[in-house]
């Protein structure tokens, strides 16, 4: 008689827009070896894409929409519900454009991560891809780390590398980090459902070690 295997890692994202992490991380999560399960996708507008990709991948969806709240903590209380409901393992924001309470993250933590487009430190905040052009980086891209009570601020797990073009603009910096997005963030929650990333008091364990800087995977552009 064969036992029953584990179930996998169970994965609730949050996402505000358009959803294109979300996809990536959907279709991530189809492949055949991929070790955890989208269960729910989250969002605090109420016709924002992203719940329509969930919808196609029949994934199930929530909707808590913070215009109906009078206050963080009523929204974030009421976001935690839903959550809860689900029992997740790991929560994703993947593009998630509020500000959560203490509590709410303090809540979640160790299975929560973000995705930030920028190489943190430098940059926390909106406008990054205007910010590094602005200081005249050659180098620029994405970070996928723990989110802790700081914005912007919990231990980066890893980041990926965009170089920065003259003729760059925002807007074509912005395609080329969010490419590197879709790479990105696959990665880590794989590596998280297979329990390899950790949050300590202040740092990330990579198997078992202390991660002395992110994992960075560089642009692997080919120059002629
Ligand atoms: C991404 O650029 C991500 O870095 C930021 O929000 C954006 C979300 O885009 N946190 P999408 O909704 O996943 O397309």
């Known amino acids: 008689m064969n036992a029953d295997p584990a179930p996998l890692p169970r994965i609730l994202i949050l996402a ?9 991380l959907i279709d991530a999560s189809r492949e055949r070896d991929f070790p955890g399960q989208v269960v729910a996708v989250g969002c605090n507008r109420p016709g924002a894409f992203a719940l329509e990709r969930a919808a ?29 409901r689900h029992n997740p393992d790991l929560v994703v924001l993947a593009g998630f454009m ?72 925002a807007e074509s910096l912005a395609q080329k980090v969010q490419l590197k997005e879709h790479l990105l963030y696959p990665i880590v929650v794989r590596w998280f459902c297979e329990g390899r990333i950790q949050l300590g008091s202040d740092y990330v364990l990579f198997d078992g070690e202390l991660l002395r800087k992110p994992m960075r995977l560089p642009d692997e552009r080919v120059t002629h």
């Open 16 to 24: 505000s827009g358009n959803g294109t992490n979300l996809q990536a």
């Open 56 to 84: 196609q991948a029949n994934i199930d969806t929530f909707v808590v929409d913070h215009k109906k709240y009078d206050s963080r903590e009523e929204f974030d209380g009421a976001l935690m519900a839903e959550i809860r």
């Open 98 to 169: 509020r500000i959560l309470t203490t509590d709410f993250v303090r809540a979640l933590r160790g299975s929560l991560l973000n995705i930030h487009p920028s190489l943190l430190p430098r940059y926390t905040g909106l406008n990054t891809h205007q910010r590094a052009l602005e200081a005249g980086d050659e180098v620029h891209g994405v970070s996928v780390h723990f989110v802790t009570e700081e914005l912007d601020g919990g231990p980066v797990i890893a980041q990926a590398e965009v170089t920065v073009d003259p003729d760059d603009t």
